[in-house]
């Protein structure tokens, strides 16, 4: 049998000491720091008496006249896409012509341009709306209401994309069909790809089809910043309008997001108001570069960033995935806002799909249900794995605390897991682990070598590990076989890294800081940091022992369960 490394309670002191020295913060790469607007999808308006006393007054005398003008527009608005889609075949397939499409141009944008007037819109437009030939596609930022409909009027009722839903919605519904929308199935598991084909053949059509206006954004937001814009409108390579929407108001009755105002409230309001200011700035057509043509990301990423700097506003990587997320927290009685990850950055930094994201909502959620705002503090991160607070827990616990406020969101938990536990919870890792606590080499753990090494790994020897044991061994055996320890690993990759970090602390201690001592993986090379400032857990010594013997120094040598996040 080999000889293994003993644990001694002075060894164990040693390595709390060491702990207790790493003050400074880690190193983080600045592409997952928290973006500058934490949640653009809520508006959270107050009234006050004032406010509310004059929309009452000014409500008596405009709602009911204005409610009456607003039936008889869609009145005829709906008579018009009725004649204008009267005996016309073809559907959403084919292409309006002729006096078809005049009417539509006119008679419908008039009558839309009639609605708002009588609903109270003063718009103002800057710029010069780009003709079909000169611009295929309008793409307008940031989406933040319903009413953003406007831009449609003053672009002469162009198709849009919406859900298949809205076309079968009394009167709404004829009206927008005599759009040909580019219409949107959820229940369709291809309804994406299909779409982007559909907007590729309109935009090519070289003006068979009418021009397309596509909010990018995807989902309404508060205007204070312009969420990642979908690659659809960017897709077929063609110029590209961009068109900017301000709402200049003291009173904001028109700003719809996930948490605010509902529909109904807002169109009270609106309607209950003397005026509501809108500006439209039509801005330069954008012509897309060889390299954007083949690149749809950076297109959209660039007209996002043009249209950002003339709002002046930033961007985030936030999209509706989000949303949804929002929603999921919610349903977890989490606040809605700790579902917000910036997916986009998240997801493709990390390589990680929705579902994915989402369930590990419902892991961050079971531990963070006992805890105020959605975040988990160390006493229920120490409650979740079934261990008393530790230096080894709290090392770990500062690599998942991002920003060092003392607890960690859902963000940072993601980042954490994805980072810093999966990629240490590999086969190499969890057979080193176990052959570590299998003390007697009988190809089983017993509790009591299971309580040792989690003893000295944590500085506790009165530590009781029965509960954690119970949890893993799933035959009650009172022996844990391999594929136990290793579905549990799985399972929890959280234990991965205290692992890993427990080994790192006591590698650091007994043994020599000679060549490897410094070596990081090729990742974290391109961040110079001194040896006395790097945490431990930043880097990777070798130590001759069981763990890590010496014909199997030099292959690991270069290797790391972290990446430099």
């Keep these: 049998m080999r000889n293994r490394p003993r644990w001694r309670r002075g060894g164990v002191a040693a390595i ?43 409500g008596i005398i405009l709602l009911p006249l204005r409610a009456i003008c607003v039936l008889v527009l869609l009145l005829l608005s709906w008579l018009s896409a009725s004649a204008a889609t009267f005996c016309h075949t073809g559907g959403t397939s084919v292409p309006l012509e002729g006096w078809r499409r005049r009417m539509i141009q006119t008679t419908l944008s008039c009558l839309t341009r009639t609605l708002f007037c009588v609903m109270g819109f003063r718009v103002k437009v800057k710029g010069k709306v780009a003709s079909l030939q000169e611009a295929p596609i309008i793409v307008a930022a940031p989406h933040s209401s319903f009413f953003d409909a406007v831009v449609s009027a003053l672009t002469g009722m162009p198709s849009i994309v919406s859900r298949a839903e809205n ?47 596509i909010f990018p954004e995807g989902t309404c937001t508060n205007r204070s910043c312009l969420i990642t814009f979908k690659q659809g409108a960017f897709i077929p390579g063609v110029p590209v309008q961009p068109v900017l929407l301000r709402y200049p108001n003291k009173l904001d009755t028109v700003t719809w997001t996930w948490q605010g105002y509902s529909l109904k409230e807002l169109c009270i309001m609106t309607l209950c108001q003397l005026f509501t200011r809108v500006e439209v700035e039509f801005l330069p057509v954008h012509v897309p570069t060889e390299e954007e043509r083949n690149n749809p990301s950076l297109f959209a990423s660039r007209v996002r960033q043009t249209m950002a700097t003339a709002l002046k506003v930033p961007v985030t990587d936030h999209t509706f995935e989000d949303c949804r997320l929002m929603i999921s927290a919610g349903q977890l009685t989490l606040p809605m806002e700790a579902g917000l990850v910036e997916f986009t950055k998240i997801s493709n930094k990390l390589n990680l799909k929705w ?120 035959d009650e055996t009172g022996k844990l076989s391999y594929d136990e320890f290793k579905n549990f690993a799985l399972e929890h990759p959280e234990y991965a890294k205290l692992f890993t970090t427990y080994l790192e602390l006591q590698r650091h201690q007994l043994g020599m800081p000679e060549e490897g001592d410094n070596i990081q993986s090729p990742e974290a090379k391109h961040t110079p940091i001194r040896k006395s400032t790097v945490p431990v857990s930043e880097t990777r010594s070798t130590a001759r022992n069981k763990v890590c013997p010496a014909d199997y120094e030099e292959d690991n040598s270069s290797t790391s369960d972290k990446k430099d996040d």
Aim: proline share 6%.
């Design 355 to 474: 579902n994915h994201v989402r369930e590990q909502l419902d892991t961050f959620a079971a531990i963070a249900s006992a805890s105020k705002g959605g975040r988990i503090g160390i006493e229920e991160f120490a409650g979740y794995l079934k261990l008393p607070i530790s230096d080894v827990l709290r090392e770990l616990f500062l690599l998942f605390d991002r920003n060092g406020d003392g607890t960690i969101d859902f963000r940072e938990y993601v980042i954490g897991l994805s980072i810093l536990c999966n990629p240490a919870n590999t086969e190499e890792t969890i057979h080193m682990a176990f052959k570590l606590f299998d003390q007697d080499n009988d190809g089983t753990i017993t509790e009591n070598e299971f309580a040792c090494i989690i003893q000295s790994a944590l500085g506790l020897p009165d530590l009781d590990v029965s509960n954690l044991f119970k949890e893993i061994d799933k």
């Design 167 to 213: 076309l079968s919605t009394p009167v709404f519904g004829t009206i927008l069909s005599s759009l040909q929308p580019v219409a949107v199935s959820r229940q369709d598991p291809d309804s994406r790809k299909k779409t982007v084909t559909e907007i590729t053949n309109r935009a090519l059509s070289r003006g068979q089809w009418p021009q397309i206006l």
């Design 16 to 58: 709390g000491a060491g702990m207790a020295q790493r003050t400074l913060p880690l190193p983080r790469q600045q592409s997952f720091c928290p973006p500058v607007v934490p949640n653009p999808f809520v508006y959270r308006g107050r009234l006050s008496a004032g406010d509310k006393l004059r929309l009452v007054l000014l």
